[in-house]
């Protein structure tokens, strides 16, 4: 696997260079080499976009993957200074939506635009400005450190003004995910749940506009799933535009401003997670029957599955 490769299994967009490798908090450390991808001139640098401004968004789409059709007419807006939750049953189209919207999946029908403009009218490193993906799992055969990698999402604003801010947007998103106390271990002897919060620094490191996030709790436990899920609502209430893959429900309903349920490559309903999930919704979705209840205090959903069948009962030791 060559190191561009190995950036991609990260989830970084092939313009990403290394060229922050060696620096800030990896200082010490010994730099790696590689060529760079990013043309240091000429790109178009993102302003500040208004809450509430439209950033993402799916027209028409249409994904096939594998000759089948993943994603059928969907219509989507990731808005600025808002969480937008997608969320589904296995196979229900979640992640090619998200791949779609970061411009890393063709579409056959239907329009991408990203920061006001068509996907396609921007160059990948002014993509990568602008949006920056967590991918469902981190891997890489190479022996970078965990500052390494989270360095590795400032490439893109190399050559930039942006560029003087590398070391504390690092230390900074290495804080926010818990990850500084061993930020120079080897990425590859984290264990899953580390290596995802260090895939989520990198994102957080890269300070797009735009963060697209694909299942970042699925390996965590409860209280580092609380702790991403907090990440996403403070980036959204500074103005970035978050959409979250989710399969945890009360996540989605306690921290998502907006959900899209997805189903069958369609998007069943969206809206505010309090009109959305319903019993009967959500019990058609998923084929399990479920009901959805207030919470007594916050009012926030709580979908619980219905069992047919009782707990066994406690046995008294002899």
């Known amino acids: 696997m060559s190191p561009d490769q190995g950036m ?41 976009v208004a809450p509430g401004t439209a950033y993402a968004e799916a027209e028409g789409l249409e994904v096939r993957l594998g000759g089948r059709t993943v994603l059928r007419g969907v219509d989507l807006t990731a808005r600025a200074g808002e969480v937008l939750a997608l969320v589904g049953p296995n196979g229900a189209g979640k992640s090619t939506l998200l791949a779609a919207l970061a411009a890393d999946l063709p579409a056959i029908a239907g329009t991408v635009r990203v920061g006001g403009l068509p996907a396609g009218d921007w160059s990948a490193a002014e993509l990568a400005l602008r949006r920056a993906v967590l991918p469902q799992s ?106 979250v893959v989710l399969h945890d429900l009360g996540l989605a309903a306690a921290y998502a401003d907006r959900v899209a349920v997805l189903h069958d490559g369609l998007i069943a309903a969206q809206g505010a997670p309090g009109s959305v999930f319903t019993a009967e919704l959500l019990s058609r979705v998923y084929r399990q029957p479920v009901e959805v209840i207030g919470h007594p205090e916050s009012g926030i959903p709580l979908v619980l599955p219905r069992r047919t069948t009782s707990p066994a009962p406690a046995t008294a030791r002899p």
């Open 8 to 48: 991609r299994r990260l989830g970084m967009s092939s313009g990403q260079d290394m060229r922050w490798l060696g620096k800030g908090p990896a200082r010490g450390v010994t730099g790696r080499p590689f060529h760079r991808l990013f043309p240091r001139r000429g790109r178009r640098l993102p302003g500040t």
């Open 138 to 243: 981190a891997t890489l055969s190479f022996p970078f450190t965990v500052a390494e990698v989270v360095g590795m999402g400032r490439a893109p604003w190399a050559g930039t003004p942006a560029a003087d801010t590398d070391d504390a947007a690092v230390t900074e998103a290495m804080a926010a995910t818990e990850v500084a106390g061993f930020a120079g271990r080897p990425f590859a002897a984290l264990s899953g749940g580390e290596r995802a919060r260090v895939a989520l620094a990198r994102v957080l490191a890269q300070r797009a506009p735009l963060l697209l996030l694909d299942e970042p709790t699925a390996a965590l436990d409860l209280r580092h799933q609380e702790l991403v899920l907090g990440i996403c609502r403070e980036r959204a209430a500074t103005g970035d535009a978050v959409v």
